[in-house]
């Protein structure tokens, strides 16, 4: 099983700056892709941003290129997004993904998520 706990929501004002991070643990055999995912009153759950554990390969939903940047510390299990040029249409609860095997025996990844975290963007 993979525990996500993440942190750094908050409210801010448009045009300024946060950063979320989340942490992995637990016992699982590989933690393959991690990322963030929005989901706004009233709308379906949507993809931000992801990460691969091997290669750092990103993707963005195009909302938010140029704007949001993740990365990933692997030593550390830990993803983050840095959120810059918020928009009030950026307000959503914010929830952390992982893709990971739990056995060497798995022959797909399964998916986790995080508790989700609030971030308001006023204007």
């Known amino acids: 099983q993979v525990q996500l706990v993440e942190s750094g929501g908050g409210l801010v004002q448009a045009g300024g700056s946060l950063r979320l991070s989340c942490a992995a643990s637990g016992s699982f055999f590989s933690l393959n892709a991690m990322g963030w995912y929005r989901q706004a009153p009233g709308k379906q759950r949507e993809l931000v941003a992801t990460?691969?554990?091997?290669?750092?390969?990103?993707d963005y939903a195009d909302s938010v290129k140029g704007r949001f940047t993740i990365s990933r510390d692997n030593a550390k299990r830990t993803v983050y997004l840095q959120m810059n040029s918020l928009k009030p249409e950026d307000t959503a609860v914010y929830y952390c993904?992982?893709?990971?095997?739990?056995?060497?025996?798995?022959?797909?990844?399964?998916?986790?998520w995080g508790q989700g975290s609030q971030v308001t963007v006023s204007s």
């Open positions: 990460i691969t554990t091997i290669g750092g390969n990103t």
């Open positions: 993904n992982a893709q990971a095997r739990r056995l060497y025996s798995d022959t797909r990844d399964y998916d986790y």
